[in-house]
Antibody, heavy 124, light 111 residues
């Protein structure tokens, strides 16, 4: 059974930092691209960042560039998101998500498994 | 890049069919096959319903189908059921400064 379990969320002051973690199990972690997607309270979904299986390809949403860093440790089946210079508008539930992959290849944006999310609140 | 455009709300009666549209540009929806749809019930995690414009993940009912014409993708739900009442989001690969963009979401009400 595929499982994604996030941790590391909490309350942080504007300008502060936070590191999110996601522990994966039930699949060959290194095969899959992994992403972070966030959802502000009562709002829609927003893609945050993506990292390929071998960390060769890394992408960020426009408002995250220069502040967030995605990484992974395939030996530990873990995904990370280092968030610096946090702003009030970064307040959201952050989901760790897996990107679909089969014999046809990857399907960008097809997030087939989601963690339960971890809440990040940026407030003074 | 701006979010993809979805109607804020749609409604239908049980047994009917509804269509949710998702409009972008040639740089995203219109430019390739990577369009997905997600269903999210209140307080729940999003669920992948359609990917690659028309493909359904294993276990998803064939009442859900996807299509695309030009820069607009569509999700059709046929034989509406009360449990289909949820928020629906489209997502697309975007060949610009970002990799993936979502639509703003559509609230489906089953009357």
């Amino acid at each position: 059974e595929v499982q994604l379990v996030e941790s590391g969320g909490g309350l942080v002051k504007p300008g502060g930092s936070l590191r999110l973690s996601c522990e994966a199990s039930g699949f060959t972690f290194s095969t899959y691209s992994m992403n972070w997607v966030r959802q502000a309270p009562g709002k829609g979904l927003e893609w945050v960042s993506s990292v390929s299986g071998s960390s060769t390809y890394i992408y960020y949403g426009d408002s995250m560039k220069g502040r967030f860093t995605i990484s992974r440790d395939n030996a530990r089946n873990s995904l990370y998101l280092q968030m610096n210079s946090l702003r009030a508008e970064d307040t959201a539930v952050y989901y760790c998500v897996r990107e679909y992959y089969d014999s046809s290849g990857y399907s960008i944006g097809a997030f087939d498994y989601w963690g339960q999310g971890t809440l990040v609140t940026v407030s003074s | 890049q701006s979010a993809l455009t979805q109607p804020a709300s749609v409604s239908g009666s049980p047994g009917q069919s509804i269509i949710i549209s998702c409009t972008g540009s040639s740089s995203d929806v219109g430019g390739h096959k990577f369009v997905s749809w997600f269903q999210q019930h209140p307080g729940k995690v999003p669920k992948l319903m359609i990917f690659d414009v028309t493909r359904r993940p294993s276990g998803i009912s064939d009442r859900f189908s996807g299509s695309k014409s030009g820069n607009t993708a569509s999700l059709t739900i046929s034989g509406l059921q009360t449990e289909d009442e949820a928020d629906y989001y489209c997502a697309s690969y975007a060949s610009g400064s970002t990799l993936v963009i979502f639509g703003g979401g559509t609230k489906l009400t089953v009357l």
